[in-house]
């Protein structure tokens, strides 16, 4: 299909709280601000994609009121400067924009959802996807004691999660990993620290990790600095994975080249959309250094992308993708994301994203809403 007609892009700030704060090293999240976008075809098709950026600019550079002003004021201009052809056009259509990739990940997503429910393909397959199931782990937040967070762990063990990701931050780390590691000697274990750390000040930090047999240390580092987490890696044994740092093809070759980690995070919206996640799972596997799915406490409808996006080959370690119930009282749609007892995710059936949008509810949580012509 090469003959793709855009028609409008709605666009919508819906507001979702979270069923429990969500705590990292660089703050605490309550509720979502969430963008979804909708776009439709001159045919009447339609498809979904969620703009991953948090409300506030501490993650990375974006945030839920610059992605809507990205996609309003330069976004669609540009779909309407440089029509596509095909989902897979997209993001050389929006090439001019500099960084921004969650604003652009959240449109670009929404026309692979287009694509594949006019081919009557589940976007898994149509993204060139070979997973009927996917390997599904948990991130867990900071608590507010090391007993806390043992129930919290031990009731996602026990779930059948195949992973399990503390997050960590100076001051709170080594206890959390000794008490966690002591209560489960064999599970996979990794730690996320969100850029939290430096490497002339916490070098012993991680020589101290290091004994714990975790199966990666996350974005310990500042995110632009590839150099430094190099020289972390050399000294010790455990796998660096960089999650913030890699925001492109190009950032995954760099990193490689300089040895800055063996493991890549991929984030849809951080990467700005399939085409660019495609060409890094697929450099990353013909390298051997495995991907997985990170999150960004989706809605369904970038939970189910984040699903789609899992089934290429490069996604050989479980991801951050799991159930809705663990996140909302309520999700946007139908049916819910269920994960098996195995701690995995079926591969839906159904054309496109495989999950029908709730839009009464979406509707529901509406504050803010825009309706752009995209011709
Ligand atoms: O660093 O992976 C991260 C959530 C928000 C921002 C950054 C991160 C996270 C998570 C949670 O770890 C992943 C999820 O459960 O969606
Ligand atoms: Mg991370």
């Known amino acids: ?26 703050g605490t999240s309550l509720k979502r601000r969430i963008l979804v976008v909708r776009i439709t075809d001159a045919e009447g098709a339609v498809g979904y994609g969620e703009c991953t950026a948090p409300e506030e600019p501490f993650y990375n550079h974006e945030t839920t009121d610059t992605a809507w002003s990205i996609i309003s004021d330069f976004i669609a201009p540009l779909l309407i ?35 594949a429910k006019k081919a009557n393909t589940p976007l898994w397959r149509h993204l060139g996807g070979t997973r009927e199931q996917i390997d599904c782990g948990v991130s867990i937040g900071l608590q507010i004691s090391p007993e806390v967070l043992l129930e919290k762990v031990t009731r996602e063990v026990e779930s059948g999660y195949q992973r399990i990701k503390l997050k960590i931050k ?28 430096r490497l002339d000040r916490d070098v012993h930090i991680f020589e101290e990790l290091d004994e714990f047999g975790l199966l990666m240390i996350e ?15 050399k000294l010790i044994k455990t796998s660096i994975c960089l999650d913030e740092s890699i925001t492109s093809l190009r950032d995954a070759e760099h990193a490689l080249e300089l040895g800055s980690c063996r493991i890549i995070n991929v984030k849809l919206g951080r990467v700005g959309g399939h085409s660019e996640a495609k060409a890094i799972q697929s450099f990353a596997s013909e390298n051997n250094v495995p991907v997985w799915c990170g999150g960004m406490l989706e809605s369904g409808i970038g939970r189910a992308h ?4 899992s089934t290429l080959p490069g996604f050989s370690l479980p991801g951050d993708v799991s159930a809705s119930a663990r996140y909302w009282a309520e999700d946007i749609v139908e049916p819910p994301v269920t994960v098996s007892s195995e701690g ?32």
């Open 1 to 26: 299909m090469k003959d793709l007609k855009l028609e409008s892009l709605y666009l919508r700030e819906i507001e979702l709280p979270l069923k429990a704060p969500f705590v990292t090293s660089f």
């Open 81 to 115: 400067k440089n029509p596509i052809g095909t989902a897979a056009d997209v993001s050389d259509a929006l090439a001019a924009i500099r960084g921004n990739r969650m604003a652009i990940g959240g449109v670009e997503s929404a026309v692979w959802d287009l694509e």
């Open 170 to 197: 100076p001051g709170q780390d080594i206890e959390l990993v000794r008490v966690i590691r002591g209560n489960f000697p064999h599970i996979k274990l990794s730690v996320d620290a969100n850029s939290a750390y």
């Open 219 to 233: 974005q310990p580092l500042a995110a632009g600095d590839l150099v430094d987490h190099a020289k972390l890696q």
């Open 306 to 309: 984040n699903i789609a996006m």
């Open 344 to 375: 995995r995710i079926k591969s839906p059936d159904g054309p496109g994203i495989g999950y029908n949008v709730n839009e009464p509810m979406v509707e529901r949580l509406t504050v803010r809403r825009e309706t752009i012509p995209l011709k």
